[in-house]
């Protein structure tokens, strides 16, 4: 992760209050190198963002008095005005990410051959006191699963009364003491407490499905990215060695055991993590010859990462701006839903929206004179209906909001900016290191109720 952003290089569009926060809160984590693009000029507004602004610095263009501001320990570079980036450079933005997360991949209801030896190797009842408290959890539910299926036909527990019918199960092969009462063995209490997240069923999450169903995935090209290379041979191997299942991940908890029991027990998982990754590899191999491509253009250390995470992967794909402003692909359900509660955070999208409107009528946003105030409120609450009529959107949005955004007049207020600048460097820190899952799509938040949602627009 740290070295995926010492090597990025993050573009920043405008140098707004709210743009220097994120990249602030992008330049601490360690950010390789930036670049501000900005055509406008420096203004009296700009006094309200963090740097340090001059009388003497009015009419400098923005981007090269934010840069001039700065620290010397990172690199930046200020070439473009926005409109000539879009027009000239548009793969500036072309962004990947397939985040992570979730519970162990234990594979207790399809063990694979070395794992059900391993549990075969273990006599609870044949054992000594010592060795019996220090069996790890993992191994004594396995032991106690295939006596509940000799029991059950081979049904694993799934409903609260079959899994709480387990719990005793295993409860009553707790050691007693002389007086017949159960001795405190914590790994056993270790198994009860994780019958829940250890007989969760081995499959194939949907969100890996359509990415083994999607066409970049199905139709492999010389020019086809690494990612999509990977997921084909991770559908190979589900298809073939996998016999219908992921990769095994090669992880266990942190459990009660000896050191003895618990390596061997991690070693046997590690082992058999190691041998299907070697198999994803070779499909990894074929394809690439296949397209020509050298084999080491996807390293080692990539696969590994892939099926350690193979369980985890998520392609996010966002709707376009032209898809969110257009009459027949706006996402209307999504909106009319949201404001069943008058005081949604979409409330706040929809006049933004009707501001942008009044800015492209007017040339000027609401109230940004205090003279402009009363007069703009009649006119963007036209802007709001014109809106919601040609979207045809059936909402009612209180004249509160339309008053709201006319007083406060296009302003950019710093803690408003900050708190967005944090949340929007944690999105792109998501982007940059691929991990965890970014916002799909809009995030709204609300300074009045000091609330926040996200709405897929």
């Known amino acids: 992760g740290q070295e995926a952003l010492e090597s990025a290089h993050v573009c920043l569009i405008n140098a707004t209050a709210t743009g220097t926060e994120i990249l602030k809160n992008l330049v601490l984590p360690g950010i390789g190198s930036f670049t501000i693009i900005d055509g406008n000029q420096v203004s009296g507004e700009d006094a309200g963002n963090k740097y340090v602004l001059f009388f003497s610095n009015i009419y400098m263009l923005r981007r090269l008095h934010l840069f001039s501001q700065g620290d010397s320990t990172f690199s930046g570079n200020h070439p473009y005005s926005p409109e000539n980036l879009l027009d000239n450079d548009p793969s500036f933005f ?192 074929k394809l690439l010859q296949s397209i020509g491509q050298a084999p080491e253009s996807i390293s080692e250390k990539e696969l590994k990462l892939l099926c350690s995470n193979s369980a985890f992967l998520r392609v996010v794909r966002c709707r376009s701006l032209a898809e969110e402003y257009g009459l027949d692909t706006i996402n209307k359900d999504e909106i009319i839903s949201s404001m069943d509660n008058p005081d949604n955070e979409i409330v706040l999208y929809l006049m933004l929206r009707a501001v942008d409107r009044f800015n492209k009528q007017h040339g000027r946003y609401p109230g940004v004179s205090n003279y402009q105030v009363e007069e703009d409120i009649g006119k963007l609450k036209s802007c709001l209906t014109g809106f919601l009529q040609e979207y045809g959107l059936s909402v009612m949005v209180k004249d509160d909001y339309v008053h709201e955004f006319c007083r406060y007049g296009a302003a950019e207020p710093h803690t408003i900016a900050a708190f967005l600048g944090g949340a929007a460097a944690q999105e792109v820190i998501k982007i940059i290191t691929k991990q965890f899952v970014i916002f799909n799509n809009t995030y709204i938040y609300s300074g009045m109720s000091q609330t926040s949602a996200t709405f897929q627009l």
């Open 94 to 285: 072309l962004i990947e990410s397939h985040p992570d997360n979730a519970l162990e991949d234990l594979r207790l209801d399809k063990p694979f051959p070395e794992l059900r030896e391993h549990f075969q190797s273990y006599d609870l009842d044949h054992m000594e006191k010592k060795d019996h408290s220090h069996t790890p959890w993992i191994v004594i539910i396995a032991k106690y699963l295939a006596q509940w299926y000799s029991e059950t036909n081979g049904r694993i527990p799934k409903t609260y009364k079959e899994k709480e019918d387990f719990r005793d199960l295993i409860r009553q092969g707790i050691l007693k003491n002389e007086n017949g009462a159960p001795e405190d063995e914590e790994n056993f209490e270790e198994a009860i407490k994780n019958v829940n997240t250890a007989l969760n069923t081995t499959q194939i999450p949907s969100s890996i499905e359509d990415i083994f169903n999607d066409d970049r995935c199905i139709n492999i090209t010389k020019q086809t990215p690494s990612f999509w290379i990977l997921a084909r041979a991770l559908k190979e191997f589900v298809a073939k060695e996998g016999q219908g299942n992921l990769p095994v991940r090669g992880t266990i908890p942190d459990m009660i055991a000896d050191s003895g029991k618990y390596i061997k027990l991690q070693n046997v998982y590690r082992e058999k993590a190691k041998k299907d990754a070697a198999a994803v590899g070779n499909h990894v191999a």
